[in-house]
């Protein structure tokens, strides 16, 4: 029998060739139809629909689709047309690329390298541009000693490939296992030592106290306090940490003796989890309104915010509950880090510190922007903070210059610490600083000492690093970024810190805003793109672990790229090139989805629960005839259900694209009326360039469909409770939430509207296409075909018009998916988990990672912060 020989796959080129070979001059025809195109990016369905237009004959158009040639065009993602060239990206399978060129004149196929495609596309912008000494970004060579999965399936699962990777190495080398002697051995908090003390110098030592310790705990209650034999234990090495009782502190030793003995990856996570590391924790979200009141549906002010509060009630139960099993006697501290707007519009964005309801123990700490003009008091966009957070982040010294002309002490010391807020210098301890320096002064002045002619005082104007010291008394345990500019600040705080830094995109700029890489220059007056992609680009390579709501946040589907997958390759013509930007397959990639707040967001089902009070204002909010700038439209039939949906108004949310959805399909009209929550409704209240877009979109399409009869528009509305009681109003008229985006990283409201059991229509691109099962606990549409989403939607009220249970079916298919995937419970125990596994990964794996900061800090000063100097710095109004 002949032994049967591996088989290379065909590459790219050879598809490409053998087609050309066998289907010439289907094939020429095909590509001669995209040159004439002309110059240019052809998208997917471009290069998928010449094909209907090349092969009117379907038999010789399956020919060709089923061959290899098919194959390429139905895994490309995009064609460059430069006459007679066409280059082709191909993603055969999620984060693997590969990049072909067909001369069309002389028929001749080369396959290219990353640098070379990117090149071949800079040529878009400028043809004459042959500069062969461009910048290219690579952080491949970094990351080649490191271990990574290479299967699709493992992308966003890196605690568990790590969990592996460690434990394997682990049962086969065990000089592996010193690293966790010495990380148990470095733990302490405030200088006092947990876990282990210096009696155990070896791993040895430490299998034979463990088994010391076993014996001894064995014989006692399993409810015993732990500190009934905190002597003995100490005796023999072990500090706290290990549990509060004897029954967890066995629990903790039989993991350890376990992972000792044979290693495995579930025992690993488990023990690494329960270890106490995260006391302080620091999240940093420096742009829009970041408060509890008042907020939602200001500029830059959503999802986000509400993602963040709920978080950190979750975070401080978990980490209370965590800590109270660890045996210890330590209070946890968050503190959310935010900026500062004196000017607050009716907002507690200008108090420093506020406690976030709920909790205990986190706080919204708010530092202000400053630049050289001073403090800056009004709101920003999220597109302009660039220039002000490096000073945000770090801390400077200023000395400022306070003359009096005779002067009682009392009355300087009064002056000074009444205009410190106004300079910016916000902590309550520097009252006692002016003071001291105050009495300092009067030691040296010979004069009267009550009366003060000059007085100089050198101040530190203090920045995020500083106040986060002064808050916690301590450095952070763990630090998460979230989105853009909190990623940024973060990497620059645990750079500086030494701390385990976690980051959350929420959503990434780039995908939303297709060819905002090749041609940023036109974009970059109003978005500052050049400053916002390289900032991503530092942050997510500096980042210890990266945690997103789903998959296809990282890598996408089978045909669509992911946000962060487009990061892999890019090109910015004329400042730098990315050929290899981020690796989706590296470990520190999680999935780990939020839910919603639950005592807000729970099923319309639960009577006792409502809140029946807030009936009467939801009813006036929906049915008022009064036409205001809180509400306008009427549903004149009331016994119809609802359509309904609530988001921020800009482009990609697409709200107006739902109204025109509607507006344009009579049969849906006559089935529900419509209601919209969304940003303001008179255009002179908006400062933000889109909604004001938007708005004005809005009116146009009312008016021009005649809509007034069968929809209500209703500005954004920031009271959580009554928004939560709003979702099972909507359910009680057996309607449905829509949320329509072009792309939703994640998508909050399709979880909250789940959350209270109203079946949920929502986009297909992004995040709600793996919250939904479609068909089962809701249905996904396509925002881009909207005619066939207005007759999916024409047909669920149709058939729960003839069959009531068909809605309730759906409903009860939401609920459940949610409890099976979508609590903040589920996701707090993940994320701290994580911690503790990515905290001691850093720690064995820090000389590697050094060298990868330091190739990041060179880009960060050389290239970042020069872009930085093209963003205009914001000025306030002369007063």
């Not at 008022?624 to 439209?633: C, K, L, S, T, W």
Request: hydrophobic share 40%; proline share 5%.
């Amino acid at each position: 029998m002949a032994t049967p020989k591996l088989a290379r796959l065909p590459s790219i080129r050879d598809r490409v060739e053998d087609t050309l070979s066998a289907h010439r001059n289907e094939l020429v025809s095909l590509l001669s139809r995209y040159v004439a195109q002309g110059k240019g990016i052809l998208q997917p369905h471009t290069l998928l629909d010449e094909i209907d237009h090349v092969f009117p004959d379907d038999e010789a158009k399956e020919m060709l689709s089923s061959g290899p040639f098919g194959e390429v065009i139905k895994s490309a993602q995009e064609a460059i047309i430069l006459p007679p060239f066409v280059a082709i990206a191909v993603r055969p399978r999620p984060g693997v690329w590969e990049y072909v060129r067909v001369n069309v004149f002389e028929l001749s196929v080369e396959q290219l390298t990353v640098s070379e495609y990117l090149g071949f596309k800079e040529a878009l912008v400028n043809e004459q541009a042959q500069d062969r000494f461009v910048l290219e970004l690579d952080f491949e060579p970094f990351n080649a000693s490191f271990p990574r999965p290479n299967r699709s399936s493992s992308i966003g699962n890196g605690v568990q490939f790590l969990n592996r990777h460690l434990s394997s190495s682990m049962f086969r080398n065990k000089d592996c296992l010193e690293p966790l002697l010495d990380f148990l051995r470095a733990h302490k908090y405030k200088g006092r030592g947990l876990m282990l003390n210096d009696r155990i110098q070896s791993i040895s030592r430490l299998q034979s106290a463990l088994a010391k310790a076993e014996d001894y705990l064995s014989k006692l209650p399993p409810e015993t306090p732990y500190s009934d034999s905190e002597y003995v234990l100490q005796g023999m090495g072990f500090e706290r940490g290990w549990g509060d009782t004897v029954e967890r502190v066995l629990e903790m030793i039989h993991l350890l003796l376990d992972i000792l003995q044979a290693p495995d990856p579930s025992t690993l996570e488990t023990f690494l989890g329960r270890i106490p590391m995260v006391f302080n924790v620091v999240i940093l979200s420096p742009h829009g309104y970041f408060g509890q009141a008042n907020v939602l549906g200001l500029p830059d002010t959503g999802g986000q915010v509400v993602y963040i509060l709920d978080q950190v009630r979750a975070l401080e139960k978990e980490m209370l509950s965590r800590i109270q099993k660890q045996g210890l006697d330590v209070t946890p501290k968050i503190l959310i880090v935010t900026r500062l707007i004196p000017d607050a519009k009716g907002t507690t964005c200008n108090q420093r510190l506020e406690r976030v309801s709920g909790t205990e123990h986190t706080h919204i700490l708010r530092v202000p922007f400053r630049s050289e003009k001073g403090i800056l008091r009004k709101w920003i966009s999220r597109f302009d903070v660039w220039p002000y957070l490096e000073t945000f982040a770090e801390f400077h010294h200023v000395c400022t210059t306070i003359v009096f002309s005779n002067l009682h002490l009392s009355q300087a010391a009064f002056s000074i610490t009444a205009m410190l807020p106004a300079i910016g210098c916000c902590s309550p301890s520097l009252r006692d600083f002016v003071n001291s320096a105050l009495t300092l002064h009067l030691l040296s002045w010979p004069a009267n000492p009550c009366l003060l002619p000059l007085f100089v005082v050198p101040l530190h104007l203090s920045d995020v690093a500083s106040e986060i010291a002064a808050e916690l008394q301590a450095l952070p345990d763990f630090i998460i970024g979230n989105y853009s500019d909190g990623n940024l600040v973060a990497s620059l705080l645990a750079y500086k810190m030494g701390v385990t830094q976690c980051t959350i995109a929420h959503a990434l700029e780039k995908t939303k805003y297709p060819d905002s890489d090749i041609y940023w220059e036109k974009f970059d007056e109003k978005y500052h793109f050049s400053c916002q992609f390289t900032a991503d680009l530092i942050a997510m390579n500096n980042a210890d672990f990266i945690i997103t709501s789903t998959y296809q946040e990282i890598a996408g589907t089978k045909n669509t790229v992911g946000q962060y997958e487009s990061h892999t390759a890019f090109t910015l013509p004329g400042l730098y090139r990315v050929v290899h930007g981020i690796d989706v397959f590296d470990p520190k990639f999680n999935i780990v989805s939020p839910g919603a707040d639950m005592s807000i967001y729970f099923p319309y089902s639960e009577k006792k629960k409502r809140l029946t009070a807030l009936h009467d204002s939801i009813e006036k909010l929906l049915y008022d005839p009064e036409q205001n700038d809180e509400h306008i439209g009427m549903l004149n039939d009331r016994s119809k259900p609802i359509i309904f949906s609530m988001a921020r108004l800009d482009r990609v949310k697409n709200i107006t694209g739902l109204v025109e959805l509607y507006a344009k399909n009579d049969k849906l009209r006559e089935l529900v009326n419509l209601v919209v929550v969304a940003g303001y409704i008179d255009v002179k209240k908006s400062k933000d360039r889109e909604e004001i877009s938007e708005i004005e979109k809005m009116h146009d399409l009312i008016k021009n469909y005649s809509l007034h009869g069968q929809f209500r528009w209703i500005a954004a509305q920031t009271n959580r409770a009554r928004n939560g009681e709003l979702y099972r109003y909507i359910a009680d008229t057996r309607g449905v939430f829509v949320q329509p985006a072009f792309y939703e990283a994640f998508g909050l409201t399709v979880v909250e509207a789940m959350t209270c059991g109203l079946p949920t229509f929502a986009t297909c691109h992004g995040g709600p296409a793996e919250i939904i099962e479609h068909g089962i606990s809701g249905f996904h549409i396509d925002p881009y075909h909207p005619d066939q989403a207005a007759s999916l939607m024409v047909d669920f009220f149709q058939q729960s018009k003839e069959d009531p249970s068909h809605w309730k079916k759906i409903s009860d298919g939401g609920l459940q998916r949610i409890y099976e995937r979508y609590t903040w419970k589920i996701y707090s125990e993940r994320l701290m988990t994580l911690a503790g596994v990515y905290g001691f990964w850093k720690y064995v794996s820090k000389l590697e990672r050094r060298e990868t900061r330091r190739y990041l800090e060179m880009f960060y000063i050389l290239k970042f912060r020069d872009l930085v100097k093209s963003v205009p710095i914001a000025s306030d109004d002369p007063h």
